[in-house]
Structure formats: C-alpha cells, structure tokens
C-alpha cells in the first residue's frame, strides 16, 4: 500500500477581480460583472487540461467540487466537469468531493447522475456529500437551520437509492417521493465511495466515523486538523475499528520549486490570492443563523479564541508556513513537511499537493505538477512507482473482445412484437425472422 495518495484537487477560480480590501467580499456580493466569458472559456479549459495530466503523471486521483455565484470557485456543477474528465481518462478515479446535498431540491437527481458517471467511467468514481458553504445559503436562498436535517436526510435516501431494489417510497421531513426507482444504478457495490469533506464539525466528524467515510479536513492549520483526526480516531474506536491512514485526508495547498527560494518566488502571490482575495468571506456570509449547531459554533470559537486564530484573509504569508495552511519549498522540505503529515497525523490522502492553486498562470501550475509527481510521489510509493488504483482489476472493460469474453450477452434481450409474433429484435434482421 502506498504511504500516501495524492489527489489533484481544483477550485477553478476567476481570478480577475479587485483586492480583497476593496471588496465586502468574493462570494454572494461580488458584482458578476466581473466575469469576462471569454475569458472564463480559456480558463475553464486549461483548468481541466491540468486535472487531465494528473493520469498521464501517476497522480492517484482528480478531485472537482461545487459552489455558487462567486470567484473563488465557478464549478456550480461538478458532475458536468466530472463527465469531462471521464471522456478524457482512461483508469484513474474521479473525486466529485462534492455535491451540496441541502442545496438540491430532488436528492434521487445526484443519485441518478453519479450512478451514471459511474457506469460510464467503469467504476471511477468517487462521491463526495457536503453541506455546502454558508454563503450558498445566501446565494441559493436556502434556510441554513435546515442544513443538518436535509444533508442527512439526502444522504440515506441516496445510499438506499443505489442499494435497495426500487420502486420503493420515500416518506421524510424534508423530501417526500412516491416513486424512488433510478435508472442507471451504479457500477461500484454496494455503492461508489462516499468521502465527507468538513471544517471541524463535531456532528460530521462522528457520523462520517460511524459510516466508515473518509473525512476531509480543508484549508485549516496541521494542528486543528490533528484534533479531528483525533476527535475521527475516538469515534471509530466507539464504532469497533481502528481508522486507516485512508480515511484521513486534508487539502493542503502545495507547491514545489527547484530550490527553496524559487518555490517561495514563485507561489506566494497566488498563495495569497488565494486567502486574501479568494477566501474573502464575513463571517456573517460564512456562518448564517442556525448553520452550525451551538455546540460546534462554541467550540470553534472556543479554539479561534485559544490559539488566537485569524480568519483566513487575514493571515500572513509566514504565518500560513508556520501553521501549514500550506506547502511550499524545494522537493526536500516538501518531501518533510509530507511526511510529518503521515507519520505526525497518520493521514493517508493529500488533496492540492501539486496542481492549481489561487491566481497562478497554467504554465506554472504544468510546472508544479510535473515536479510534484517527479520528485516528491514516488518518496511516498511502493518502489513499482504505481499509483493505488492500478494495484486492483479496473471494474470496466477497455474493448468490446475483453466485455464479450468477461460479460457476455445480458440474460433479457429486448423483444417487440412484429407481425403479431414476438420477436428478439437484435436478430430480426434474419430472414427467417423478418418473414414471421
């Protein structure tokens, strides 16, 4: 088993817009009129022309996301970029990490569209389940008090979508179908897997222990993503397993240079881009009434309080180092600081470590990509080099001979009535056939 996976992660941001002093802020307010579409068109395909490469550089996975009305990120739907990707790949997963699930109005309509992405990838895909940001509540004008409630409400109606056998009906608080039946099912059994990206929430931390579901700790410093890795650990420990280095996993902004000041040259402005401009929230954006319940809201600012946390427009350059909010420096410190990662926090997944991040122009991203996968991945492979999905048999087949032999022909065949016959209609075209 490799030490660590690595994940290109891309919040496909629109970089072109003013400071983050001169804005109340990046989501929600921000005038859209920002937005040139003709620019967004070059972006948008370099972004996927960088997610693409991570297969042909041995990356373990290509990771996309959701959100609403803002410049930090404009993926308003994930799945859609996700069925790019599968076009332009061939084995490596798919991370949709993820859809909103509060946000939609029918949970069946993700079920149906993963399941799809799934059957045609053959089996790549990796289902993500958030709650979505407090500013997509603003945005989508949706009662955040209601947030716990739908998400989990979406989330058993969906895995007992993919799992159970339909037409059954669907009587909750929130969602109430008579007919729950989709079409595709998923390829992957029982169901494709379910990873829950979180920001500390106690409530997420236990339950994501309890279904055995990767957690994802995003953007926070090393030692309050060690406290949920902790606060993961005691949950599974309750729920009778020991966790696995792969069910802890943390986006981790990274970059690496040939030399420790050429990395630190070369990534900071679009570092800070990203935490001055892109994550330039309010808190009165980021946690609407009701959003988080009292007890994880206390707990929060009880820690925000004791480690004299800043919001994260307000953080420095040094200090993001310092913290690891990020990753910067030549192939040995990052090799380093990687490695206190798994041997310090005992995570086993590392999402951005490589690849796009903030402001920063394709070339230099192509750079830092290549370099990653050169000479940082392999410290943490097996010596055959091999990323984890190619150690297992892929679920789909490649070439019509490989499904012929290993498949077969499926037991019904589609029949239609001609001539008052019954007839199997992938052989009427045999004389004897179309005579009855």
């Not at 179908?177 to 106690?202: A, D, E, I, K, T």
């Not at 798994?342 to 750079?367: C, F, Q, R």
Request: glycine share 8%.
């Amino acid at each position: 088993m490799n030490k660590l996976d690595f994940y290109l992660f891309h919040l496909m941001p629109y970089p072109y817009i003013p400071p983050g002093e001169e804005i109340e802020s990046t989501w929600v307010t921000l005038p859209n009129s920002h937005y040139d579409p003709k620019v967004g068109h070059r972006l948008y395909n370099e972004y996927l022309e960088q997610l693409i490469a991570g297969e042909r550089l041995g990356y373990d996975g290509l990771c996309v996301n959701e959100h609403h009305q803002n410049a930090y990120g404009t993926m308003p739907s994930p799945d859609i970029m996700a069925s790019y990707l599968i076009a332009k790949t061939e084995r490596i997963p798919i991370g949709v990490i993820g859809n909103a699930l509060p946000l939609h109005a029918n949970p069946v309509r993700v079920a149906e569209e993963i399941a799809m992405l799934d059957v045609i990838s053959g089996g790549r895909i990796i289902s993500g389940f958030v709650r979505g940001t407090g500013m997509e509540y603003y945005s989508y004008a949706a009662n955040p008090s209601h947030s716990q409630e739908r998400f989990w409400e979406a989330h058993d109606l969906i895995i007992r979508a993919w799992t159970e056998p339909g037409p059954f009906a669907w009587q909750g608080k929130h969602f109430r179908l008579p007919y729950v039946n989709p079409w595709p099912r998923p390829l992957q059994q029982p169901h494709p897997p379910v990873w829950l990206p979180g920001s500390g929430s106690m409530e997420t931390i236990k339950k994501a222990a309890e279904r055995r579901y990767p957690f994802m700790m995003v953007f926070a410093p090393q030692w309050f993503t060690k406290a949920n890795y902790d606060m993961y650990r005691r949950a599974a420990e309750e729920a009778g397993y020991e966790a696995s280095p792969k069910q802890l996993a943390a986006a981790i902004p990274t970059y690496v240079a040939e030399t420790e000041e050429q990395a630190h040259r070369e990534a900071k402005p679009h570092m800070m881009w990203l935490f001055q401009n892109g994550l330039k929230i309010p808190p009165y954006h980021w946690f609407p009434p009701g959003y988080t319940s009292k007890k994880s809201f206390a707990g929060m600012l009880g820690a925000k309080v004791k480690h004299n946390m800043k919001d994260h427009w307000d953080l420095t350059y040094e200090e993001l180092l310092e913290e690891r909010y990020i990753i910067v420096g030549s192939p040995e410190t990052v090799i380093e600081r990687l490695t206190e990662f798994t041997d310090d926090l005992g995570a086993g997944i590392v999402l951005g470590a490589g690849g796009h991040m903030g402001s920063m122009p394709h070339w230099l991203v192509m750079k830092n990509t290549y370099l990653m996968a050169e000479e940082v991945i392999p410290h943490f492979r097996e010596p055959d080099g091999k990323p984890s999905y190619a150690r297992a048999e892929p679920l789909g087949t490649r070439t019509l001979t490989e499904h012929a032999a290993t498949v077969g022909e499926p037991e019904l065949q589609p029949v239609a009535r001609l001539n008052g016959s019954l007839v199997e209609t992938q052989r009427a075209y045999l004389e004897e056939l179309a005579e009855t």
